[in-house]
């Protein structure tokens, strides 16, 4: 009796084992230390840092953001895809704009929000230029997550994730044109940021656009001394303007900028 329990016993531990072997995610590697974050983005809390080499299992994916559980620790997080090797892709649900298309079914698309335009269908590899808010283009080609495209305003080809992407009008309202237009001929007021108001500031000198208000983040271009643009937010010793020469946000050091009118 005592040996048919054990056998009843061994054989539960081992359908269990199998058990979790089939739900754990793919074995994935870091190869280059990352933060694990507490939610898939970069702005959440940082639960740990995770050395290259380190395994972890993929749980799931948002994105460019995995799931993944430490192999050594046990602890479970959020890291970006371009620090791990292995990471599995399920099929891409392209995101679905006002219009009810897809971005992945769509011929002509839009930018939802900016964006870097890569070499490649991959977040590490180069990047050619950065697309903006509402800037359109082609597609051409489609690679699990990405979307090769063409950019309108310059025929740039390129990969965006399709996560940046929505189907744009093929016929846009005349009254959108009209606005268009009225902005493109004010050269001291172009207000692509709906709403957007704040003094007029000019640079002291040569600088750069940031995406967030600090020197390690991404440089989104380069402004001239001289360029002028409109104050929208100020945070500690940087200011998020708007450019007056094409619309393009960001952030700029306090000291590169100077008021020229209220």
């Excluded at 602890?75 to 292995?86: A, C, K, R, T, V």
């Excluded at 679905?96 to 070499?119: I, R």
Aim: net charge positive; glycine share 6%.
């Amino acid at each position: 009796m005592r040996i048919k329990s054990l056998m009843i016993a061994m054989a539960i531990a081992l359908y269990t084992s199998l058990t979790v072997t089939a739900i754990a995610g793919t074995g994935l590697t870091l190869i280059k230390p990352a933060k694990l974050h507490t939610e898939a983005s970069g702005s959440s809390a940082v639960a740990e840092t995770v050395w290259k080499g380190e395994a972890c299992e993929q749980l799931d994916k948002q994105d460019v953001w995995v799931q993944v559980r430490i192999i050594k620790s046990g602890h479970s997080g959020w890291i970006h895809e371009s620090y791990l090797h292995g990471v599995h892709t399920p099929s891409a649900t392209a995101p679905a704009d006002d219009s009810g298309m897809s971005g992945a079914d769509a011929t002509s698309l839009k930018l939802l929000k900016p964006a870097k335009l890569h070499a490649q269908a991959s977040s590490p590899s180069r990047v050619l230029e950065i697309a903006f808010k509402g800037d359109r283009c082609t597609r051409l080609d489609i690679d699990g997550n990405w979307i090769q495209v063409r950019m309108t305003k310059n025929d740039q080809i390129g990969w965006i994730h399709s996560s940046y992407l929505g189907a744009a009008a093929t016929n846009p309202p005349s009254s959108s044109i009209a606005a268009v237009t009225a902005d493109t001929a004010s050269s001291d007021a172009k207000l692509i940021i709906p709403g957007a108001t704040g003094p007029t500031m000019q640079l002291l000198k040569a600088s750069r656009l940031h995406a967030a208000a600090s020197a390690n983040s991404f440089v989104l271009e380069s402004v001239a001394k001289g360029d002028n643009c409109m104050q929208l937010e100020k945070r500690a010793n940087w200011i998020r303007v708007q450019l007056h020469k094409n619309g393009h946000s960001g952030w700029i050091r306090e000291n590169h900028l100077v008021i020229v009118s209220p």
